[in-house]
């Protein structure tokens, strides 16, 4: 049986920040996640946008954790090396109900003390982006909204928390939880059974299940499922700004939103469904995501949409941030209603989470000699000639392209996958370093992905998968 003084349940936004957060003190920390990678299912497949607490509700923990934790955002990017870009948000005024709750809006944003939300006349917003509606009526500027590389983010932390002592167990689902004398006694999982004296459930849209385990789930959690258009990077009309629609009290609608990697990002919808494995995309949702888009973008190309995708952000009713420190099940810490404001809120989160087990009885020691900084992976692409030279002639297999359509290296790709918390599939390389993230979609670089994934980790190419337990790449019928 495996032993450790605190278990983090899910390795998402939350998971691995609280991870690394936890990194920080002489304490034995486990994560573990029924994936088979770090990001969960709703961190890795969200917009990126890390915002102000501009349409928080006024007062909440989480309007409070959110402001904390934007102004965390920067300082976590410089220490382990994450892309953002500070483009700011607009979101364009198109008709006379969404100009009638602009002040509404801006009210809101005052009392969050987010005081530079504010509104611009149509003459101005368009000069600032000319590729909007030119029908326009003004816009809400945003300047402090920013874009992050979701997966980078995630990954960063699991490596900068495993380079800290924390350790990680994926492919790994908790299938029950006991107690003994009203306190936290093991974990069951697909993996073995684990002896914790703390559990954390971070495990987002599955947050409820964990719950129930332990008998502290008096809420439901359902996936808020967001359909996703991206578009390839020589796309003609792309933006500076993020660009949304004007918030309502459900979502801030539909996004065009420039990547850290010179992609579109367009969408979400927001539909509540019960299924948390969907993800499907559907003819309707993009329909609408793409209407929504061109009202507001009207030279938009979807023709250069190079792939869609779904996101799961976990829907809790009631809703709002819930931090539970059990008095029935002591030891056991639940974390529920983080929903798509838990990538920028994790950080924040984290910290309170932390504060709130010491309230409750946990001793930590600050450790001597952390490791606070993490450096990236190199990038081939977008380097001058002599800069590609120097990186050759320190790894050869920098020479050697392996995804034409990103310009990723062998380099990279062995990289990612000998780093800690490394790549075991080919999704998984696919978000650290974009080899099959390109037009093609891995229709070029995915048989030699699996190759090396194969030698690296010393398994048969028919024990390669793509993601999951059971999706594997090549046809094991006669294996």
Known sequence: MLRTDILIIGAGAVGTALARELSKFKVKVLVCDKNDDVGGDASKSCSGLTSTSATMPVG??????????????????????????????????????????????????????VWDYEFLPREEILEMEPTLNPEIKGGIYSPRDSQINQFLMVVAEAENAAENGVEFMLDCEVTGIETEDGRIRRVITTKGEIEAGWVVNAAGLHCDEIAKMVGECDFTVHPRKGEFYVLGHDTPVKVKHIISSVPTPKTRGVLVIPTTDDNLIVGPTADDV??????????????EVRTKALEMVPGLCFGDTITQFVGARPARVPEGYNILVSEKAKGYVGISGIRSTGLTASMALAKYIVHEMQGAGLALERKVGWIRTRRG???????????????????????????????????????????????????????????????????????????????????????????????????????
């Open 274 to 287: 019960e299924d948390k494995t969907d993800r499907k995309t559907t003819r309707d949702g993009l329909e």
């Open 60 to 113: 909440t923990l989480e309007c409070k954790i959110r402001t904390i934790s934007h102004t965390m955002v920067d300082v976590l990017c410089r220490d382990l090396d994450i892309p953002i870009i500070h483009c700011g948000s607009i979101a364009p005024v198109l008709t006379d109900d969404q100009m009638a709750q602009v002040p509404k809006l801006l009210d809101r944003a005052w009392q969050n003390g």
């Open 377 to 479: 992976i190199v990038k081939f692409a977008g380097k001058s000639d002599a800069e590609k030279d120097a990186l050759i002639a320190q790894n050869p297999l920098y020479g050697k392209i392996v995804c034409r359509c990103e310009q990723v290296t062998e380099a990279e790709i062995v990289q990612a996958i000998r780093r800690p918390v490394g790549a075991r599939t080919l999704d998984a390389v696919k978000r650290r370093v974009r080899a099959g993230m390109g037009r093609c979609q891995s229709g070029f670089c995915g048989p030699q992905v699996i190759a090396i994934i194969a030698r690296e980790l010393g398994v048969s190419e028919y024990d390669v998968r793509k993601r999951g337990v059971a999706a594997y790449m090549l046809d094991r019928g006669g294996k």
